[in-house]
């Protein structure tokens, strides 16, 4: 019985931790994330995306290297650990407030901003006469029925869908084939170093998200080898984003991507099927959006109820209780930007604010666990079964 | 609200609190007579629910006491209170057949011998139980123990059995054997004497194959077992029985490989089995009801086949099977979703053929879930995507329909659902025929009068071909189910809806397990070696262990040494 409870609930394999990191960071930003690249950086963005391509790398390395160490145990429980004494584990708690605040603070956010994000593009592009709240209603509504369930379902939801995100590489390159004129990508490195900076930063804005590790990954089966799958994992999406916006500079050019309010749906508008089957591809590719969004939107918002549970012990069946009031909360902040330009600020914002606050927690936390000596006890749970 | 006295506030609030409280006081305190109509209320309600109590126990008192007449009483030594205990337990029912005759060894002993009449197979009981019994008793010469003579040489059956309980003597009765008592002995004798009319062993209704066995379940357990330990010579397989309906008393019988199948789970399906407090079952459905694990799903999550050589391979892979008498759909536990879309056929082909037949499988499913939805959303959301020339001819056919495309497929899938269900009920050879000229001439006729689009024909046409195409019934009549509601999402939000609804779904299918295997295996969660006989089948040398994620305890399947 304990070896089953114990398989339970460190059941997320690798290949899920890879599936969970790669569809949590590909959301809504790859609808948009050109722009703010392209004003930096011009033409330059085919590279300097490379460069911001570190950060979140250095991220997920910091986040994996800190969980591997407390194996079995999420950012709450890790905290309570770490933070409180033997004598008094309480303080723990106590102590580790500001961080989980902050964390969920984010993720209440970030929820609400995707869910948002992604109203305003499915009535500018396919849906115009529907209502704003009908669209955000259903997809909180949907993503609820998914996070109320168990965080490992959660990880299983996303593993089974990630073969779906991989399509659009292909329609890309297909437009790659097609339309790209090579002339768009001209100038190169003419570029201050205050510019790359910039666009350094408003890349890395991108992968938000990772810090859903924080709560995942306490459910690992392995989390020893977690570091592999999660670096892979940033990497393949570095490579999709950079593919997406390689394209896109190749397509439309530096000039004209600056005023496109979503280059890449324009992109794929620019996308020729062979046979005839299908005439335009904007609205099969916003289906797989709707996908990814919605990865992203659950495994976040399952973070942030996982983190409720956890926090306040409570029992598996009140997670629903939990997840279903929180739906009208993140429903009421969805609608607080009053239009998209607010909503795109309130976007660079949170992810700032998410990746400053991710590698805060990882740096500060580690360096506490190393000040302190302190280790998880548990092993592997493959191991030890 | 400006400069609001704080004062009016609390009186504001506090008014009603008092007025409740004065009210309860009132209650309490008013004149005795509607105190005294509350009181006699009260009571009323208490003296019917002790009544009702009274009854209850009176009745569980009656049927206990039936019971242990039935269950403490022993064979009595007295013949003819046997035979009048059992006469009366049933009722005086004309179907019971009471043969009073004398054995020639002892003429001074009466003896009776009582069966069920149609559920034994008469030319036994005359031959094997009456001619010996009445004739050849005087022709044995050892004089010993009578009962002992007649169990060890004057009954010539194979199956005979001493008892000494009534209750289990009645239950043989009822289930076709013939039992005997002697005067004298307190035991009695149950001799396997069953045969009733049968069915033959016929090719299976359901689930016919081009290539592969003819031979389908048939209704009676013993048949069944028969069928499958011929296929399955291994002293490994084992079967245990268990009798459920408290009436009904229903033979189910669990079959499982010792060694291969996961002991966890055959101990799980044993428990639900008993479980089960039922008082009738008539079909393995009453059963794979009562044990499945989510009844508010409409995916099935236990598979039925009437075909013993797919119970054999459902076995090999570490499963087990559920027998029940009565009925030739055997229960197949645990199982995956990947599994009602495969046909016992795909094993018996050439593996690229069964790979290309599964993977149009697959295209079917998707066309029967989601092709009415797809051409509403199109029609309704994203003219755009249709191209042009196909966009113009599809807009010519509907220029004269005067329905929103919703209502148009809803009406369409509707009558084609009547249909079919039709042609199902409909007697013999006509049924197939009806169906045929019901869709042609509906179809046609509808399209003539303008009130559908030509294309819509077809899409309707090829949804319900396509939902033919799945090998497992209870698997398509899911999909037929859930193309409605799908249905509506895509006439509400387009595409959008479609996604948001298959998201749904599969939030459902990943939660979904059967018996602790998770119902999406091997998809998710994934394990790469399983995915070689999913979607596609490759060659059966590369097959070489069983699916993990059905937890065997062997896991191999054939040992080294198949290269070409």
Known sequence: ?385 | MPNLDPGITRRVFFAPCIWVLLEFKVCFLRERGSLTVVVMCMRKGWQRRKNLKKQQQLERRSREKLNQKLDEAPVFPEVKKNADFIVELLGDSTDLITRWFTIQYTPDRRAVVMFIDGMVDSKTIDESIFRPLMLKGEEIRVKEDLWKIIYESLVQSGEVKKVNQLKEMVGSLLSGDAILFVDGYSEGAVIGTKGWPQRGVEEPRAESVVRGSREGLTETLRVNTAMIRRRLRDPDLRLKDYKIGKRTQTSVTLLYLEGIADEAVVKEVERRLLEINIDSVLESGYIEEMIEDDTWSPFPQIQNTERPDSVVAHLLEGKVCILTDGTPHALIAPAVFTQFYISPEDYFDRFMIATFLRLLRAAAFLIALLLPTLYISFVSFHPEMIPPPLAIALAAGRSTVPFPSIVEAMMMELSVEILREASIRLPGPIGPTIGIVGALVIGEAAVTAGVVSPLMVIVVGLTTISSYANPSYNAAISLRLLRFPLMILGALFGLYGVVVGLLLMLAHLVKLRSFGVPYMAPFAPLRWKDLKDTLIRVPWRWMDRRPTFFRPEDHQREEGGNSP
């Open chain 1, 1 to 385: 019985m304990n070896r089953n409870q114990q398989q339970l609930n460190q059941s997320i394999s690798l290949y899920q931790g890879y599936a969970l990191v790669m569809s949590t960071l590909i959301g809504v930003g790859v609808l948009q994330f050109q722009r703010g690249i392209v004003q930096e950086a011009g033409p330059n963005g085919v590279w300097t995306i490379l460069i911001g391509g570190l950060t979140p790398l250095a991220e997920v390395w910091l986040v994996t290297l800190l969980m591997k160490r407390f194996p079995g145990k999420n950012i709450v429980q890790l905290t309570r650990d770490l933070l409180g004494t033997d004598k008094n584990p309480r303080l723990g708690t106590w102590l580790s407030l500001p961080f989980l605040g902050a964390l969920s603070f984010f993720w209440l956010v970030a929820t609400a901003i995707v869910a948002r994000t992604f109203g305003e593009v499915l009535i500018g592009a396919i849906l115009p006469m529907t209502p704003m709240e009908v669209i955000i209603g259903t997809l909180i509504f949907s993503a609820t029925f998914v996070v109320v369930q168990q965080v490992h379902i959660v990880a299983r939801f996303c593993e089974f869908l990630l073969p779906v995100l991989f399509f659009p590489i292909t329609i890309l390159l297909l437009t790659l084939v097609q339309g790209v004129e090579l002339e768009n990508f001209l100038p190169l490195f003419e570029l201050n170093w205050k510019q790359v900076l910039n666009s350094v930063l408003s890349s890395s804005f991108v992968f938000a998200g990772i810090s859903v590790l924080y709560i995942f990954m306490g459910y690992y089966q392995q989390p020893k080898q977690a570091m592999k799958p999660h670096l892979l994992a940033v990497l393949t999406v570095i490579f999709g984003y950079w593919v997406t916006l390689a394209t896109s500079i190749g397509v439309f050019g530096p000039q004209e991507l600056t005023v496109m309010m979503w280059p890449t749906l324009d992109l794929v508008k620019q996308a020729e099927v062979p046979g005839q089957l299908l005439s335009r591809l904007e609205s099969p590719i916003l289906s797989i959006w709707v996908v990814a969004v919605f990865t992203t939107l659950v495994t976040i918002f399952a973070s942030f109820v996982d983190l409720g549970v956890t926090l306040f012990n409570l029992k598996e069946r009140h997670r629903k209780w939990l997840a279903w009031g929180a739906a009208p909360v993140i429903y009421g902040l969805a609608f607080w930007p009053s239009d998209v330009e607010e909503l795109l600020k309130w976007g660079d914002r949170g992810g700032w604010f998410g990746f400053v606050v991710s590698f805060s927690v990882a740096l500060i936390l580690l360096g506490i666990a190393w000040v302190r000596g302190r280790k998880g006890r548990k092993s592997d749970a493959s191991s030890s079964a």
